[in-house]
């Protein structure tokens, strides 16, 4: 009998898919069943056969139940599959069961992504994130592979071979998933540290998300003249790659291409790729590319949303970029789509179209994250006034006798330093000056 277990499709594979839509589910199951098909596609087989089923509920033993299972049996012999990949999740007791009925491997959405995700992982952080996520599936499936000891479990001499096996092989487990888990919390560590040396340059940064596909890398290639990996594959990008931008007006920020997302996105690999994940939740602010020419790219949006909305980012500023609208034969709908999202703009990467636009909302954006200072600046911290021009915008420079009068909208980060110095509405400092110095009569301090 075939394990399933880290298991990898290769390109001679026949598969055969399903999915089964439920009593009160969303429904979405043909465009489940489109999204499986080109899963499989990624993974590297070739579809033969499509089934979608309805149901009250999922069979507990064998998830699409006996009449289906058996004719699902039949077709598997009819047309030698070599897999049968179902769109959902399935518990070890129902692969198992299915496994046996069907007589060939038999994969679930989990396994399939996790097959995809370890063929595009190209660094040692995604290799490592994409092992611990197999693990942690593999783990409470194992004791699957030892079910013919279990008449062995309990009294006299049902401590055998079998059980110890199991327990051995889960300890190991366990062993990995915590080996695994503080290698990428090293990995973690270092990219903090990354991330606060960037947070010293003087850009803004941001973070591309979006349904798999949506054209994200092809985006950032176009933007900052890297050569990132991009391929109209699901999840073809896994490993964040960060790249500056110059923008028009001086104006630049540092964007991170990230792993695309998708519906039902299975919660270990979000939990998996936290370290990864991490570059969305410390942008300031979101670019949401939607490719605009799919026909259920609302759904997509949503789906995005929805992750979002669970890695905790979904307060951040968005600026949603409508991509491919080239490929739209309906441009009313574009316009309408873009009067009606805040923030928003269409464009097509691949064709190098809008791209003005996009820089219109980048520039906005980076605006709305500036704080409006007004400034006077010693002489003696005069660094100051060459990190507002690094940070902001200035808007207007006066070389006083005893101090340099600054306006600027800056960074929130470079206000906080501003702050001593910044100027109230009555020219007085928010707070005192540390160091003794000579100021003018009509600056107050406290001290």
Known sequence: MPSSEMYTTNQQERAIIVSLSLAGGDDDTSIRLEELRELAWTAGATVIAEHQQSRRSADMTTYIGPGKTEELAKEVKATRADVVIFDDELTPTQQRNLQNALETVVLDRTQLILDIFAQHARTREGRLQVELAQLIYLLPRLSAQYTKFERQQGGIGGRGPGETKLETD?????????????????????????????????????????????????????????????????????????????????????????????????????????????????????????????PEFGRQMSAVAEVLQEIGVHERPVITVFNKSDLVKDQYLIEELIAKTPNSCAISAGKRLGISSLTDCFTATIRSLLVPVQAAIPYDRSELVAQCYENGKVHDVNYETDFIRVTADVTKDLAGRLEQFVLNADNAYYKAIETPRKIPAFIHTDG
Not at 192 to 220: D, H, I, N
Request: aromatic share 8%; with cysteine; proline share 4%.
């Open 170 to 294: 889960r300890r190991k487990v366990r062993e990995r998933i915590n080996e695994l888990g503080r290698e990428i919390d090293e990995i973690k560590e270092q990219r903090k540290q990354q991330r606060v040396f960037r947070r010293r340059m003087p850009f803004p940064t941001c973070a591309l998300v979006g349904y798999t596909s949506a054209g994200k890398s092809t985006l950032l290639n176009l933007l900052s003249g890297a050569d990132v990996f991009a391929d109209a594959r699901l999840f073809s990008t896994l490993d964040p790659t960060t790249r500056r931008v110059i923008l028009p007006e001086g104006w630049s920020v540092l964007m991170t291409d990230t792993v695309g997302f998708i519906k039902h996105l299975p919660h270990l690999l979000i939990a998996s790729f936290r370290a990864t994940l991490e570059e969305v939740r410390e942008a300031d602010f979101l670019i949401h590319v939607v490719d605009v020419s799919h």
